[in-house]
C-alpha cells in the first residue's frame, strides 16, 4: 500500500507500506524550488518479532507513540543507534 498527500512547494507526503517483508515508511518527495526533495521522516521494520525503529525525524518521536500504545520496551530495537550502544539504553539490543 502507497499513497503521498501533497505539501507546499511540490513536496509530497508518502506513506509506503510493504506488508510482506514488513517495511513501513513515512518520507517527504518533491521539489522546492529548484532543490530535490527527498527525506525519510519515519522507516520502521518488523524483524524477529520486534519492531526495528530504524529512523525517526519526527517532533514527538515514533518510539514514544510505540511506548504509549503499550508497545514492551524490550520489544522495540532503536536501529538508528550503532550496535554497540543499544545494550546501554532501555531497549532491545536486537
Same mark, same amino acid.
Given at each position: 500500500?502507497?499513497?503521498? =498527500? /501533497?505539501?507546499?512547494?511540490? #513536496? &509530497? +507526503?508518502?506513506?509506503?507500506?510493504? +506488508? ?7 518520507? $517527504?518527495?518533491? &521539489?522546492?524550488? @529548484? ?6 521522516? #519515519? ?8 519492531? &526495528? #525503529?530504524? +529512523?525517526? &525525524? ?5 518510539? @514514544?507513540?510505540? =511506548? +504509549?500504545?503499550?508497545?514492551? $520496551? ?7 543507534? $550503532?550496535?554497540? @550502544?543499544?545494550? =546501554? /539504553? ?5
Amino acid at each position: 500500500m502507497s499513497g503521498c =498527500l /501533497t505539501l507546499l512547494k511540490m #513536496v &509530497w +507526503e508518502c506513506l509506503a507500506f510493504d +506488508e510482506i517483508r514488513d517495511h513501513y515508511f513515512w518520507f $517527504h518527495l518533491g &521539489w522546492d524550488g @529548484k532543490h530535490r526533495v527527498q527525506s525519510v521522516m #519515519v522507516y520502521l521494520r518488523i524483524r524477529d518479532g520486534k519492531i &526495528w #525503529v530504524e +529512523e525517526d &525525524w519526527t517532533k514527538q518521536g515514533i518510539v @514514544k507513540e510505540l =511506548l +504509549e500504545a503499550e508497545v514492551p $520496551h524490550e520489544d522495540i530495537v532503536l536501529g538508528f543507534q $550503532h550496535p554497540s @550502544k543499544r545494550p =546501554l /539504553t532501555e531497549f532491545a539490543s536486537a
